[in-house]
Protein backbone atom coordinates (compact mmCIF):
# COMPACT_ATOMS: atom_id res chain seq x y z
CA UNK A 1 0.00 0.00 0.00
CA UNK A 2 1.37 3.65 -0.72
CA UNK A 3 1.11 5.89 2.71
CA UNK A 4 1.13 9.67 2.26
CA UNK A 5 3.75 10.70 4.30
CA UNK A 6 5.35 14.73 4.05
CA UNK A 7 7.48 13.94 0.81
CA UNK A 8 4.64 12.96 -0.98
CA UNK A 9 2.17 15.63 0.46
CA UNK A 10 4.51 18.41 -0.24
CA UNK A 11 4.90 16.56 -4.26
CA UNK A 12 1.01 16.81 -4.56
CA UNK A 13 1.14 20.52 -3.28
CA UNK A 14 3.17 21.47 -5.91
CA UNK A 15 1.63 19.36 -8.17
CA UNK A 16 -1.99 20.57 -7.78
CA UNK A 17 -0.87 24.00 -6.72
CA UNK A 18 -2.47 23.96 -3.68
CA UNK A 19 -1.12 25.23 -0.09
CA UNK A 20 -1.91 23.10 2.69
CA UNK A 21 -1.51 25.10 5.97
CA UNK A 22 1.20 23.72 8.55
CA UNK A 23 -0.72 22.74 11.05
CA UNK A 24 -3.25 21.14 8.79
CA UNK A 25 -0.67 18.85 7.09
CA UNK A 26 -0.93 15.97 9.55
CA UNK A 27 -4.81 15.57 9.32
CA UNK A 28 -4.49 15.96 5.53
CA UNK A 29 -2.38 12.85 5.63
CA UNK A 30 -4.26 10.32 7.59
CA UNK A 31 -7.65 11.08 5.61
CA UNK A 32 -5.75 10.49 2.53
CA UNK A 33 -4.31 7.57 3.73
CA UNK A 34 -7.78 6.62 4.77
CA UNK A 35 -8.79 6.91 1.16
CA UNK A 36 -5.84 4.55 0.10
CA UNK A 37 -6.73 1.86 2.54
CA UNK A 38 -10.30 1.67 1.49
CA UNK A 39 -8.87 1.11 -2.35
CA UNK A 40 -6.98 -1.38 -1.16
CA UNK A 41 -10.06 -3.18 0.33
CA UNK A 42 -11.96 -2.78 -2.96
CA UNK A 43 -8.53 -3.79 -4.83
CA UNK A 44 -8.76 -7.21 -2.42
CA UNK A 45 -12.81 -8.21 -4.11
CA UNK A 46 -12.80 -11.11 -6.44
CA UNK A 47 -13.75 -9.61 -10.13
CA UNK A 48 -13.37 -12.74 -11.80
CA UNK A 49 -16.46 -13.26 -14.65
CA UNK A 50 -17.43 -9.97 -13.72
CA UNK A 51 -18.39 -7.84 -16.64
CA UNK A 52 -16.58 -4.75 -17.25
CA UNK A 53 -18.73 -1.60 -17.23
CA UNK A 54 -18.40 1.84 -17.08
CA UNK A 55 -21.77 2.48 -15.60
CA UNK A 56 -23.68 1.68 -12.41
CA UNK A 57 -26.96 1.81 -14.82
CA UNK A 58 -26.51 -0.87 -17.38
CA UNK A 59 -29.85 -0.22 -18.82
CA UNK A 60 -30.91 3.09 -20.61
CA UNK A 61 -33.23 5.98 -19.08
CA UNK A 62 -36.47 5.29 -19.96
CA UNK A 63 -36.91 8.44 -22.51
CA UNK A 64 -40.73 10.08 -23.03
CA UNK A 65 -41.79 10.08 -26.78
CA UNK A 66 -40.49 13.12 -28.66
CA UNK A 67 -43.83 14.09 -29.72
CA UNK A 68 -44.63 18.35 -30.55
CA UNK A 69 -47.02 20.02 -28.85
CA UNK A 70 -49.07 22.73 -29.74
CA UNK A 71 -50.26 24.41 -26.74
CA UNK A 72 -51.25 27.87 -27.09
CA UNK A 73 -51.14 28.45 -23.49
CA UNK A 74 -47.25 27.44 -23.38
CA UNK A 75 -45.84 31.20 -24.61
CA UNK A 76 -48.23 32.51 -22.05
CA UNK A 77 -46.96 31.09 -18.89
CA UNK A 78 -43.03 31.34 -20.08
CA UNK A 79 -44.09 35.38 -20.62
CA UNK A 80 -45.43 35.51 -16.99
CA UNK A 81 -42.25 34.52 -15.54
CA UNK A 82 -40.26 37.14 -17.54
CA UNK A 83 -38.83 40.01 -15.98
CA UNK A 84 -40.31 42.23 -18.63
CA UNK A 85 -42.71 40.77 -21.74
CA UNK A 86 -44.77 43.17 -23.88
CA UNK A 87 -46.72 42.17 -27.06
CA UNK A 88 -45.65 38.33 -26.51
CA UNK A 89 -41.79 39.39 -27.01
CA UNK A 90 -39.11 39.27 -23.77
CA UNK A 91 -37.92 43.02 -23.32
CA UNK A 92 -34.91 43.19 -22.47
CA UNK A 93 -31.64 46.05 -21.80
CA UNK A 94 -30.38 47.29 -25.05
CA UNK A 95 -26.90 46.36 -24.76
CA UNK A 96 -25.00 47.64 -28.09
CA UNK A 97 -24.89 51.47 -28.75
Known amino acids: MVK ?4 L ?3 LQKLSMLEVEE ?3 A ?3 EELNKFLA ?3 VLEELDLEGM ?4 SP ?3 AAPLRKDEPQN ?4 PKIILEHAPKAEDDFFIVPKIIE
Open 71 to 74: DPQI
Open 38 to 40: FVD
Open 9 to 11: LER
Open 4 to 7: IDDA
Open 27 to 29: AIE
Open 57 to 59: NVT
Open 51 to 54: EISS
Open 23 to 25: EKK
